[in-house]
Each structure stands twice: as C-alpha cells, then as structure tokens.
C-alpha cells in the first residue's frame, strides 16, 4: 500500500484526524443521570424487534438499557482487542507506511473506549463482562494473522457503525447517547476506510508470501465468515436479557436469534462488509442469508 494513490490517503485521513481532533474527557456535557422511563435504544434496534416475542414497553425499555450496556461493553472490549493487535505492529518494517496514521487511529481508539465504559459506569453501574470467544485467529503464520486481525477490526467496526450512525441520528432517545453514537461514527468513516484499503493490500501480500493455494484461502475466509457470526451472536447478551427482568429470559433469547426476522436483519447489518469481502476476493461466496447465530 506505498503507491502515491495510497499514500494520498494516508496523509488525506492523517489531516482529517488532526483537524477533528477532541478531548474525550472534555468534549461531554454528562447529565446527572438518563432516566430510566426514555428509550435508551431506538426499539427498531433491540434484538427481539420484529419477533413478537416480548410486547411489555416496560420490559422493552428494561432490554433497552441493559443492550445499550451490553452495545457499549462490546465496545470496550473490542477496542481493547484491536489496540493491542495494533500496537503489535505500529513502528514494525512491514507497517511502516502506516505509522502516522495508525497513531491517530489509536488515539482516537482510545478515546472511545473511555466514554463508552464512562457512560456505563456513571449510569448503568458498569460494563458486562468480556464473553469467551471460541473463534481463535492463531496458528495461521504473521502474514495470515495481519489479515485475520484487521478483517476482525473491520468486521467489529462495520457492525456497530451500522447502529451508530443511525442511533446518532435519533430524537427518541436522550441526547447524550445520541451525541456518543454520533461522535464514534464521525470518527469511524475514517478507520473503515483505511482499514478496507490496508486489507486488501494485506491479503494480497500474504497470498503472494505464502504462495497460497486454495485450501488456505478457503480456510481464511471460513475464519472470517465464523468470525461474523460470533459477532452478529454476541448482540444477544444472556446478561442483558436477564437484566431485563423479562420472563423467561435464555428462552427468548434463543427464539430471537433464530427468528426469520432476525436473519434477514443480521444479513443487511453485515451487507457493506459482506459486499467488500467478496468484491477484493477474500470471500469466494458472500457470508449471506441463513447463518445460524444462535451455535
């Protein structure tokens, strides 16, 4: 990725992010407290909307806030993966081209994560905890596991960006959670635009340095798609559902994330980064329609 073109963006995104930059621990005007009785989370976006499966607004509004929690932790605990698989390999020969902006990147990472676990903490009594990943990305050689961490940070970035950028924009619920949602996407469009540029150019080197036949190519876009499902899963959180004080909590849960409702939801949440997976030819099919999220 050193081509003038490359290059032309890199120092286009480096200026863009000196020119926004913010203090985090200024940039927040916090209110005394979010009441209980509003809408955390626009209802079009909680996790059993569209299923008929929960229809009480008290306990909706209950699952509002404790997803709203779950939406922030996730947050925190992806940004936390994704610092340290970048501070892995800032300042190292293979990403030198990348080191300015990879520093803004990081701080502005960093700056997410405070005030998405601020919001918890002052409001919701924390975060929840980080949930076990039985998708591993290891074993696959550095020039595989470069794609592996940066396809992961792109998912992660796609997905939330999705609610962001439309919970940013959302007079039903409290304007201190529509201006967080509205700041990480601001600050989002530049990460998912370098990062699809920096994956192809990844994925094209590892092929190259590993001389990869078919098999590992499938191997890493089965690692992937496996990776996209376990995302999708983790906005089911079996602590929010609880906490929401709804009847039988892990039942629904379950029912939600296999209702047909809910895949053809997962499926538009995934689309623009299902399309480019396919389209710079990472993925032979697209991860689509009919993934079984609840396994």
């Not at 924009?169 to 635009?193: F, G, N, Q, T």
Request: proline letters at 4%; charged letters at 25%; one cysteine or more.
């Amino acid at each position: 990725m050193n081509d003038a073109g490359s290059g032309a963006m890199l120092a286009r995104l480096s200026e863009k992010s000196r020119h926004d930059h913010y203090n985090p621990y200024t940039r927040f005007s916090w209110p005394d407290e979010v009441p209980e009785d509003s809408w955390w989370m626009t209802p079009e976006y909680l996790t059993t909307h569209g299923t008929g499966l929960v229809e009480d607004e008290r306990i909706l509004k209950a699952l509002a806030r404790r997803e709203t929690v779950n939406f922030f932790s996730l947050h925190v605990h992806g940004i936390r993966e994704l610092m340290i698989g970048v501070s892995k390999r800032i300042h190292t020969p293979d990403f030198a081209d990348y080191n300015e902006y990879l520093h803004h990147f990081l701080g502005e990472e960093n700056a997410h994560m405070w005030f998405f676990a601020e919001f918890c903490y002052r409001y919701a009594g924390g975060i929840y905890p980080e949930a076990y990943s039985p998708v591993r990305g290891e074993g696959f050689g550095p020039a595989w596991e470069d794609v592996v961490v940066f396809a992961r940070i792109l998912i992660f970035e796609e997905i939330f960006d999705y609610f962001n950028s439309r919970l940013g924009k959302s007079a039903e619920i409290p304007a201190i959670l529509r201006e967080i949602h509205a700041v990480h996407h601001h600050d989002e469009s530049r990460h998912v635009a370098f990062g699809k540029q920096l994956l192809k150019h990844l994925y094209a080197r590892a092929c190259e340095q590993d001389q990869a036949g078919p098999e590992r190519r499938l191997e890493i876009e089965n690692y992937i798609k496996s990776y996209m499902t376990y995302s999708v899963r983790s906005l089911y959180s079996p602590h929010a559902y609880r906490d929401s004080g709804m009847p039988k909590a892990l039942e629904t849960r379950r029912a939600a994330m296999t209702h047909p409702v809910r895949e053809a939801f997962h499926s538009k949440v995934m689309a623009r980064v299902d399309r480019f997976f396919v389209a710079a030819g990472i993925f032979q099919t697209a991860w689509g329609v009919g993934n079984d999220v609840s396994k």
